[in-house]
């Protein structure tokens, strides 16, 4: 399948906060790094699949004016240069919105998402829109893994999590309800940061879990991640009615976890062998390195609360469920054949809830939250693996989210360390920490990359 | 001002549950009740303008395949056959939504907004999209109130006040950020209800206002209102992530209020003599039917309360002018000459904002639900009026919000009572209950209406 001239050896991330001090030094320049990775994009994209839309003459002129603004030292934000690249979930007021569906076949508003005209207004350079499966959730879209073209890069934030492992780009927009920016970025070897719920304002796109969905990003380097969400927390807030994303502008300095608790979940019994072996290799060395892993049984609330974790697809696919009703089964009374077999499953599941169904749902996952918080100052954070191994070969599916649930449907920040590799692939570590914390979770989360970070370029 | 042939002594309201039982004993039909219904906008629409857009072979075309349900003796729901208005700000897949503004002129969705969805699949017959304000929020639009067209009927929700009001509609759906349901409601003397914040699910729409906006009815009785939004509850839920609308699906049994904590509120003050003593009056008349009516002096709580509800001008706008920054930003670096004066100007206000202005309104507003959700068990509702006045006369403004900005801001529910009435025209009593104790405030407010309802025609 792979191409002969295709080689994941030639792979190297980006990291815009770098790119930014050699421009302001003047050693380098906004439309020079754009030209880059417009080099990347004509070497790897018709293999890596990665764009739903590319808009190549947009962004070198938004490249050039970002130049000026360098040459005179007033850049407007820190992304003011920064080729990005928006889930094509979200409207961008000057390419289409396709969800990659016949439903949105052509579709284009007239308006930018929230985080777009944050990210826009900041001088932040659109180079495309990129792949996610049909309406966030059913059919894969043409994207293939950029470290195994034979392999599902993961989904739904498919192409986002692609165009930065091809180093096409140095971060894109994800958003995840179930599972759809850790995994990916664990499939595809990047950095993903799904912020506190809420946290990022996540309006302006196709979103059939509004109570569940989290915007966030992928990208090369946690610093990137990082920025990027506070300057889009800054200026496009959270979701309303939210406080929106806590901390400081810089990434928080490294801090050691004390104490985290190792989580089973639903995933690890459909995990594979040589992933299961590869996880408890690296709780070893965090052993070793002096961070103490509290396993289920150490505590009778941690027992608990692992058992909780597992039983979350008892009611996440409900809240689901219930929540695509809305407009999806207007779209199934008019037009049918724009629908998958997997969505008019689902819609079919959804016709028969009630609002007391539901009811229920809502109520187990205030009951799962309840646990989460009562562990606040017990330990540091949650690790698991952030997905059940590496991404499956072939395109459909992209990934089960069964590592995923819990913090989606808490709403606990969490991020994909990219750390591990089986079978030469990368498969990623998930840290998770409580909700509004994200700062004390991305400082984790910088220690633990700085301290494990030589398995970021997969050699191990 | 107004023509000679207009007669506001003409005007009956409709009362669809009634119709209804004439439906199912074969005595009336939809397309029947409908007609009467066109009749009416055929003699006064051309005087009162409460609709944006009519369509009378879309509405036909509905009464006539729910009369045939009728027929079968099977209609689909409680709403079969019930010829309703949508605020033009909510989304429909087959008529435009133009907001009021140029930059929706024209403007058509491929969707129903979630509630049109529920009242659609229900069998209810879409008569046309009533007028709101300009983006829901700025300049009034032409409509003019029925009971003395040279006044305002208030806003934002104009038209669907106006067409219940002159008898054209049974209901209409309205929605409310500080007063856009129970104002229009008081001052075209029409019962408004205004659920518990998220009990109707209010996506598919404009909404600037998101963390404040709630989805609720406007309608000639109190049954239309309650069995409509239970209807709309129990198909479209409530807003994502909210448990929704309580209670059964029938008016709540008539309940006397034992204590009811009046109100002042920074309203008052900018209240009119006349206006005071018909409220001071109707409290009289409370007080010599059974129900305990306690001034703000009367508990330390009751006290602090009251000084808190009068500060919701300090933060409440705050809250509004960060939620509208987007997409209204977007709509105003590309479109400005879309805009009136009146949205530029908040604009500007919104642009000095920051995260940080929006998070201290988000704390003052917590503070006031906590003191709201500690009277719980200590009073049974809260009483003020429901707007200031009557409706000014001229057109512009279309009211004040101050009455409305505390329930609007706790988000607990509240009934405008079409109980009162100065210089012939309405003026609303307003009674706000507890959150998601809906059923309990609809059984006082139809308690109060059975007792005081003879002013609903206005004739004192």
């Given at each position: ?255 050691r976890p004390l104490r985290l608790a190792r989580q089973y979940?639903?995933?690890w019994?459909?995990t594979d062998p040589a992933s299961k072996e590869a996880f408890e290799r690296f709780l070893k060395q965090l052993l070793s390195s002096g961070v103490e892993i509290l396993e289920p049984d150490s505590?009778?609330?941690l ?76 330990v540091d954070g949650f690790l698991t693996l952030a997905?059940?191994g ?13 590592y ?13 360390l990219p750390v591990l590799a089986v079978?030469?692939?990368?498969l990623g570590a998930q840290l ?12 984790q989360a910088?220690w633990l990359l700085e301290r494990f970070g030589s398995r970021f370029?997969l050699r191990v």
């Amino acid at each position: 399948m792979s191409a002969p001239s295709y080689d994941p050896a030639r792979i190297e991330y980006l990291c815009f906060a770098a790119a930014r001090q050699d421009f302001l030094a003047g050693r380098d320049d906004p439309r020079a790094f754009l030209e880059r990775c417009i080099a990347r994009v004509d070497e790897f994209e018709s293999e890596v699949r990665a764009f739903a839309r590319l808009d190549l003459e947009g962004a070198r002129k938004a490249a050039d004016a970002s130049a000026r603004r360098y040459r005179q030292a007033q850049p407007l934000s820190v992304v003011d240069g920064l080729p990005i690249g928006i889930k094509d979930c979200f409207e961008t007021f000057d390419m289409p919105t396709e969800v990659n569906s016949a439903c949105f076949a052509g579709w284009q508003s007239d308006r930018d998402a929230a985080h777009v005209h944050a990210l826009r207004s900041g001088g932040a350079v659109i180079l495309g829109k990129t792949v996610t499966t049909e309406l966030t959730m059913a059919a894969p879209g043409p994207t293939r893994n950029p470290w195994d073209l034979a392999r599902t890069p993961g989904g739904s934030s498919s192409g986002s999590a692609a165009a930065v492992a091809a180093g096409m780009l140095p971060a894109a927009t994800g958003s995840q309800a179930r599972g759809s920016i850790i995994r990916p970025a664990s499939i595809c070897g990047v950095v993903g940061f799904k912020p506190t719920f809420g946290a990022l304002n996540k309006a302006g796109g196709f979103d059939p879990s509004p109570s569940l969905n989290h915007l966030g990003l992928l990208a090369g380097t946690l610093t990137d991640a990082w920025e990027i969400a506070q300057h889009i927390g800054q200026v496009a807030g959270g979701d309303p009615g939210c406080a929106g994303l806590s901390g400081e502008a810089a990434l928080p300095a490294a801090c050691r976890p004390l104490r985290l608790a190792r989580q089973y979940t639903y995933g690890w019994t459909l995990t594979d062998p040589a992933s299961k072996e590869a996880f408890e290799r690296f709780l070893k060395q965090l052993l070793s390195s002096g961070v103490e892993i509290l396993e289920p049984d150490s505590a009778p609330e941690l027992l608990a609360y692992e058992d909780a974790t597992r039983r979350t697809p008892e009611f996440f696919f409900d809240l689901m469920m219930w929540e695509m009703r809305w407009p999806m089964l207007g779209y199934r009374d008019r037009r049918p054949e724009a629908l998958s077999p997997t969505i008019h499953n689902y819609l079919e599941r959804a016709s028969a809830m009630s609002l007391a169904d539901y009811r229920r749902a809502l109520d187990r996952r205030a009951e799962l939250q309840a646990m989460h918080r009562s562990l606040r100052g017990k330990v540091d954070g949650f690790l698991t693996l952030a997905h059940i191994g590496p991404g499956q070969l072939g395109l459909p599916p992209v990934g089960t989210p069964w590592y995923n649930d819990p913090s989606s449907a808490i709403g606990a920040p969490s991020v994909n360390l990219p750390v591990l590799a089986v079978d030469g692939v990368p498969l990623g570590a998930q840290l998770m920490g409580f909700e509004r914390e994200d700062s004390a979770l991305v400082a984790q989360a910088r220690w633990l990359l700085e301290r494990f970070g030589s398995r970021f370029a997969l050699r191990v």
